[in-house]
T-cell receptor, first 113, second 112 residues
């Protein structure tokens, strides 16, 4: 099993450009999450989803949008990238029965110039 | 949610046991203690969790005090690959839309 796969792994954007980060999990998990981690900091939750077609805001949702059209995929979009969104983004998933046991992806490093 | 307090950093000699403490004096009766670690540049990895009984798995042991106000994660024979930031998190068990909060954690350095 691949677990949680994030694409792309690295991306450089110019201010104002848009992009989408894709997260795919093959564990049939109901819950999915997007976190960001800035240098030397802990992880902060951006958005999460408790099931196909549902999303909710986390701690730092501004500037991001998400969609969960399929159970296995969770997309994170930046409509107009800003330098403050330079960060490492981690996707995670978990089961209903073990909601706090998260499986994380390897991360996507985004730089906004 | 109960707040946790961890030392910012610790050292451990390779092959020795690493004991990582966590204080959670305001923990509620239905809150579990979870441990994750993050090896440099990688995504966090779940290690273990418990409610009130001590727990052991292939990675580590979790010792929770009887009053549940503190706990210790034990890596029995630390290796260089165990160098990482270790996060102690207290949360209610399975709960829809639970938001795990990863704070500062303890940076464990395993030395040869």
């Amino acid at each position: 099993n691949a677990g949680v796969t994030q694409t792309p792994k690295f991306r450089v954007l110019k201010t104002g450009q848009s992009m989408t980060l894709l997260c795919a999990q093959d564990m049939n998990h109901e819950y999915m999450y997007w976190y960001r981690q800035d240098p030397g900091m802990g992880l902060r939750l951006i958005h999460y989803s408790v099931g196909e077609g549902t999303t909710a805001k986390g701690e730092v949702p501004d500037g991001y949008n998400v969609s969960r059209l399929k159970k296995q995929n969770f997309l994170l979009g930046l409509e107009s990238a800003a330098p403050s969104q330079t960060s490492v983004y981690f996707c995670a998933s978990s089961k209903i029965s073990g909601a706090n046991v998260l499986t994380f992806g390897a991360g996507s490093r985004l730089t906004v110039l | 949610d109960a707040k946790t307090t961890q030392p910012p950093s610790m050292d451990c000699a390779e092959g020795r046991a690493a004991n990582l403490p966590c204080n959670h004096s305001t923990i509620s009766g239905n809150e579990y203690v979870y441990w994750y670690r993050q090896i440099h540049s990688q995504g966090p990895q779940y290690i273990i969790h418990g409610l009130k009984n001590n727990e052991t798995n292939e990675m580590a042991s979790l010792i929770i005090t009887e009053d549940r106000k503190s706990s210790t994660l034990i890596l029995p024979h630390a290796t260089l690959r165990d160098t990482a930031v270790y996060y102690c998190i207290v949360r209610v068990g399975s709960n829809a839309g639970n938001m795990l909060t990863f704070g500062g954690g303890t940076r464990l350095m395993v030395k040869p």
